[in-house]
């Protein structure tokens, strides 16, 4: 409502197989309902600030809860086929110097979605380095603003809250600390990701563990032996 003026602002696209009946409708969420090639259904998020912990954030996430029969799987389910592209931006930069901010931070996104690799409509340019390849790709610059085609499908209200979470401080941590270490992004991610996994450390720890090898490949093109299967 133009109440809030954010730095960074982030949006979602919720595809699905089928919508819930009768939840087609108007919500604060969402600015529209499209037909998608590839999965069914598609549900666009308005431009929503990105921002902190705090009350603001608090209301985006009341946004969400209201729109879960959208969003949750129980009442509108997807399945493989289905995306959860995120669009993000931030004051002052356009879209390929924001991909150029968050490239070296952005191990832990091959590293979560790392099974979509093998994707072609979201797996090409996966060093995140290349302006001239397609859209289909891991990252696409589109003017000020950065899609992130790789994510996968959205499942949950609690899965897109800590997809918030992390791509706040994706952002939030590559454009104010550009010389800052990966250990330290990391350490600032680890509880979202052990969110994300239920609280299954076991999980988290290795998916932290792969976003140190999948950063020196998309740095170096490095490619370890434990992530090399998921970059054929």
């Given at each position: 409502?133009?109440?809030?003026?954010?730095?960074?602002?982030?949006?979602?696209?919720?595809?699905?197989?089928?919508?819930?009946?009768?939840?087609?409708?108007?919500?604060?969420?969402?600015?529209g309902f499209e037909r998608d090639g590839s999965c069914g259904y598609e549900a666009v998020t308005h431009v929503l600030p990105l921002l902190p912990a705090g009350k603001w954030r608090t209301k985006v996430f009341d946004l969400m809860h209201k729109a879960e029969k959208i969003i949750d799987d129980r009442y509108s389910p997807s399945d493989r086929r289905c995306g959860g592209h995120i669009t993000i931006a931030a004051d002052g930069f356009t879209g390929e110097q924001l991909r150029a901010a968050v490239r070296k931070n952005s191990g832990i996104l091959l590293a979560l979605f790392r099974n979509r690799l093998e994707n072609r409509y979201c797996s090409g340019n996966n060093r995140m380095q290349d302006i001239s390849a397609d859209r289909y790709q891991v990252s696409l610059a589109k003017g000020n603003c950065l899609e992130f085609r790789l994510p996968s499908r959205f499942?949950?209200?609690?899965?897109?809250?800590?997809?918030?979470?992390?791509?706040?401080?994706?952002?939030?941590?590559?454009?104010?600390?550009?010389?800052?270490?990966?250990?330290?992004?990391?350490?600032?991610?680890?509880?979202?990701?052990?969110?994300?996994?239920?609280?299954?450390?076991d999980k988290a720890n290795e998916v932290l563990r792969l976003a140190k090898l999948f950063r020196a490949y998309i740095l170096k093109g490095e490619i370890h032996q434990d992530i090399a299967r998921y970059l054929r």
């Open positions: 409502g133009g109440d809030y003026e954010a730095k960074f602002t982030i949006g979602f696209e919720v595809e699905k197989n089928q919508l819930s009946r009768n939840a087609v409708k108007e919500y604060e969420l969402f600015c499942e949950s209200v609690k899965q897109m809250m800590r997809r918030y979470e992390l791509m706040f401080e994706l952002v939030s941590y590559s454009t104010s600390k550009p010389n800052g270490s990966h250990e330290a992004f990391l350490k600032t991610i680890t509880p979202i990701v052990v969110s994300m996994y239920n609280g299954d450390t």
